[in-house]
């Protein structure tokens, strides 16, 4: 995997700050952000449903993998230096159960946690 496309909602001010801390962050692979639903990433991925990338994030590897929700905020802390032993360690079944939990709540409320 040599590079990771995230779809986020642009409309969204807690996606904004996602992004950007995101994009702060030391990378082992480098992240591209696309607007969800935009035409750039409508060209990029024409098969993908662009309603779904707008109700929660989609991250689509260089290799072909698409993740949403949980599994693609986890693969994005996998693309970090600083995070990759997070995300390692949410592999297991009671980390994997207690984040998707959480990340699953705050998509849910995003618009009240912005």
């Known amino acids: ?25 030391s990378q082992y692979v480098p992240l591209v952000f696309v ?8 060209g990029l991925f024409p098969g993908l449903d662009h309603d779904a ?4 994030i989609t991250v689509i590897a260089d290799t072909g993998e698409i993740y949403r929700g949980p ?8 693309a970090l230096r600083r995070h990759r032993s997070t995300a390692l360690a949410m592999r297991t079944p009671g ?14 409320n995003r618009n009240r946690f912005a």
Not at 36 to 41: D, R
Not at 53 to 56: K, P, R, W
Not at 71 to 78: E, M, P
Not at 95 to 108: H, L, P, Y
């Open 95 to 108: 980390a994997w159960w207690a984040a998707e939990a959480f990340i699953r709540q705050v998509s849910k």
């Open 35 to 42: 607007a969800a639903g935009g035409e750039e990433a409508r």
């Open 71 to 78: 599994k693609a905020w986890i693969i994005c802390l996998w």
């Open 1 to 25: 995997m040599r590079r990771l496309t995230i779809l986020y909602d642009a409309d969204c001010a807690l996606c904004r700050r996602a992004r950007a801390w995101l994009g702060r962050q």
């Open 53 to 56: 990338s707008l109700a929660e």
